[in-house]
């Protein structure tokens, strides 16, 4: 059972993730860095809407590929949270540094998420 104590460490790994980005923006003067942070708010919109435009239960296979679509629209955000860093760094706009601090906040703030699905979302099993 998820307590208090779940939901400190979660808001401090969550916290620690988000500060490995900022400092890669700021120790190397150069924020393009910052746009990893636009893939963590826009990746959980899609399954949200694709999930209440599907309604009924998933399990039948009713509006399927609605959800399915959302489903590959957030891998596709959150596969791009991860290359943005490496192709910033290939381009050579951004140190290799900076993104190594991008691409490990990106997986510190990931596994939060992560995290909190694990403790707290609970899925109704079918009888």
Do not use: Q
């Amino acid at each position: 059972m998820a307590g208090m104590k779940t939901i400190i460490g979660l808001a401090f790994l969550l916290a620690c993730g988000t500060l490995l980005v900022i400092l890669s923006c700021a120790l190397y003067s150069n924020w393009l860095p910052l746009l990893v942070v636009l893939t963590y708010a826009l990746a959980p919109i899609p399954n949200m809407i694709c999930k209440r435009i599907g309604g009924g239960d998933f399990m039948t296979g009713e509006n399927r590929g609605v959800l399915e679509t959302g489903y590959f629209i957030t891998s596709f955000l959150i596969v791009s949270g991860f290359g943005i860093p490496f192709v910033l760094a290939h381009a050579g706009k951004i140190t290799v540094p900076a993104m190594i601090l991008s691409f490990s906040g990106g997986l510190i703030v990931y596994a939060t998420i992560l995290g909190y699905v694990h403790f707290f979302v609970t899925v109704d099993e079918p009888f």
